[in-house]
Nanobody, 125 residues
Framework: QVQLVESGGGLVQPGASLRLSCVAS????????VGWFRQAQGKEREFVASSRHVLRTTYYGDSVKGRFTISRDNAKNTAYLQMNNLKPEDTGIYYC??????????????????WGQGTQVRVSS
């Protein structure tokens, strides 16, 4: 079973940056799409970004476009989420996931088969 471990969360002020990491215990990491989702208290899990295994294309949720960047280092079995200009509405638990979603499921939780435990991000002054 694939194990995903996130790290890098914390408490920051608005406008600050954070970089989240996700390490996967899998031998063929490069053949999987990696996604980041977040969940605010009392809300559904929301798509943030993904790095598709096909053509290495990236996708972003509308609320984070231009501020967040997803990347991956396949040699280290690690995905990253660079988050800049953080806003209070970015607060939540951030989850890493992997799978082989098709385009129609790329932005949904159903497209991913393995999930990490999450890392908390809180943006507050």
């Amino acid at each position: 079973q694939v194990q995903l471990v996130e790290s890098g969360g914390g408490l920051v002020q608005p406008g600050a940056s954070l970089r989240l990491s996700c390490v996967a215990s899998i031998s063929d990491f490069a053949s999987y799409t990696v996604g980041w989702f977040r969940q605010a208290q009392g809300k559904e899990r929301e798509f943030v970004a993904s790095s598709r295994h096909v053509l290495r294309t990236t996708y972003y949720g509308d609320s984070v476009k231009g501020r967040f960047t997803i990347s991956r280092d396949n040699a280290k079995n690690t995905a990253y989420l660079q988050m800049n200009n953080l806003k209070p509405e970015d607060t939540g638990i951030y989850y890493c996931a992997n799978g082989r979603p098709i385009l129609t499921t790329l932005r949904t939780t159903n497209g991913y088969t393995s999930w990490g435990q999450g890392t908390q991000v809180r943006v507050s002054s």
